[in-house]
């Protein structure tokens, strides 16, 4: 697996611009704030960043499970912790549904940045706040770009049914209308979608995700015409046509799986990107305008995800007496 040096934490002149644009925009929400915890808890954002600089560094892959983690947080329901729940005899969560389970990863490291938060100010800092602040530490420490973060969630005290869940979050399985359908039921656009996709510049899917592809496309009994011949032949070695293979990893962007940068893009262009779902940004000409501009101008791929996980991060959030201060994020207080 590709090793990436973790850097410090610097305003590039994307980050100043980004930071321009939201202190401007009318996004920003006025319940939530850049400097909630500043008299209550002085030390979180570099609380945050070192547990999450320690995750990565013992695990790589953990960049991208933090970003997935976050997303699938806010995607159902809002951004209110509701993912982190675990369930008991009297209480059913969203960890356990079909897109969650033995996929979503990530819960242990949040537990962690949690338990140090509570020993410098307990019953302070909700385990959204943290979540949201570790999504975008781990985007950075990948190589990617910084947002501002505003702070003052509140955790949800309920959680998505598992058919809430299934319905709420886009499938690589679907086609790319109902996908973008979902995005813009939460308030987002196309490009949002495109922006977003990007994400997947970094981490792996398993086989079953997109097996499919490799051998029996559209119950052909051959491969997705729209996956590059070469790109097929390779993948079948590490997902042979075996149900034993289902589990086994394939980097979404085999060239940097560790790096967040534009590669992702350029596999679209190249007609090798690895999720069906993605690859089908480049079928519709709105979107494959975006996926090529996004591999000439690396910079306009970093400062719209920005802008998009901005937005994500104001999702549905509970803020002022709605909701609770949880001091376990596995479960309420």
Same mark, same amino acid.
């Given at each position: 697996m590709e090793q990436f040096l973790i850097k410090p934490f610097m305003f590039s002149s994307i980050a100043l611009f980004l930071l321009c644009l939201l202190f401007s925009s009318p996004l920003v929400s006025s319940q939530l704030d850049y400097r909630h915890y500043d008299k209550t808890c002085p030390n979180l954002i570099r609380i945050v960043r070192n547990g999450v600089r320690l995750a990565i560094s013992n695990d790589t892959r953990m960049a991208a499970s933090l970003l997935r983690l976050h997303f699938h947080d806010c995607f159902v329901n809002g951004c209110d912790g509701s993912i982190l729940l675990d369930e008991t005899s009297s209480f059913k969560g969203e960890k356990n549904a079909v897109p969650n389970k033995n996929s979503v990863r990530g819960y242990e490291v949040i537990d962690s940045i949690k338990s140090e938060v509570e020993k410098a100010c307990p019953s302070t800092v909700s385990c959204t706040d943290i979540l949201t602040l570790a999504a975008r530490d781990a985007v950075v420490f990948a190589g990617g770009p910084f947002w501002n973060v505003q702070l003052g969630r509140r955790d949800g005290r309920t959680a998505s049914d598992e058919d809430g869940v299934v319905n709420q979050l886009?499938? $690589? #399985?679907? $086609?790319? !209308?109902?996908?973008? !359908? &979902? #995005?813009? /039921? &939460?308030? #987002? =656009? /196309? &490009? =949002? *979608? *495109?922006?977003?996709?990007? !994400?997947?510049?970094?981490? #792996? !899917?398993?086989?079953s995700t997109f097996k499919k592809r490799l051998f029996n496309f559209d119950g052909s009994g051959n491969p997705d015409p729209a996956l590059d011949s070469s790109v097929v032949q390779k993948l079948k070695s590490v997902c042979p046509n075996q149900d034993d293979s289902d589990t086994n990893l394939v980097g979404l962007d085999a060239s940097s799986s560790s790096k967040f940068d534009n590669g992702f893009f350029r596999n679209l262009v190249n007609n090798s990107g690895l999720l069906q779902s993605d690859q089908a940004l480049m079928a519709d000409n709105s979107t494959a305008f975006m996926v090529r501009r996004y591999v000439y101008y690396p910079s306009s791929f970093f400062r719209d995800f920005g802008a998009s996980m901005f937005k994500l991060g104001s999702l549905g959030v509970l803020t002022g007496q709605d909701g609770e201060i949880r001091t376990n994020c596995r479960a309420l207080n």
């Open positions: 886009p499938s $690589p #399985f679907e $086609p790319l !209308a109902n996908i973008t !359908a &979902k #995005f813009t /039921s &939460k308030g #987002f =656009d /196309s &490009k =949002d *979608v *495109v922006a977003l996709s990007g !994400a997947h510049t970094i981490g #792996f !899917a398993q086989c």
